[in-house]
């Protein structure tokens, strides 16, 4: 089954920026949507951003509205979080995964594989 790998997460400070990778061990990456999500202690996992097959549609979450930008590369086999601004809010260990959904405002993303390990993104204030 394909096992996906969560890559550039680290420490940074507030406004600082990071890039996250998501590739799939072995195999091609699916090709329909995907997404990330991310988990900080004591929370329940959200959504944070997700695209569709091609990179032409994308939908994020409220909070990273402006700030985050997800997109794809399909022909190295990655999908991509872009960070920008990052607040200490955005502590967190994220995640990507194939998605039934994409989701819409009001109806999240319904993920549709096994979790990876994910990727720790410290942001201090």
């Known amino acids: 089954q394909e096992q996906l790998l969560e890559s550039g997460g680290g420490f940074v400070q507030a406004g600082g920026s990071l890039r996250l990778a998501c590739t799939a061990s072995?195999?091609?990456?699916?090709?329909?949507?995907m997404g990330w999500f991310r988990q900080a202690p004591g929370r329940e996992r959200e959504f944070v951003a997700t695209?569709?097959?091609?990179?032409?549609?994308?939908y994020y979450t409220d909070s990273v509205q402006g700030r985050f930008t997800i997109s794809r590369d399909n022909t190295k086999n990655t999908v991509y979080l872009q960070m920008n601004s990052l607040k200490p809010e955005d502590t967190a260990v994220y995640y990507c995964?194939?998605?039934?959904?994409?989701?819409?405002?009001?109806?999240?993303?319904?993920?549709?594989?096994?979790w990876g390990q994910g990727t720790q993104v410290t942001v201090s204030s």
């Open positions: 695209i569709n097959w091609n990179g032409g549609t994308t």
């Open positions: 072995g195999r091609i990456l699916h090709s329909g949507p």
């Open positions: 995964n194939k998605l039934f959904t994409l989701g819409v405002p009001g109806i999240p993303p319904t993920p549709a594989g096994p």
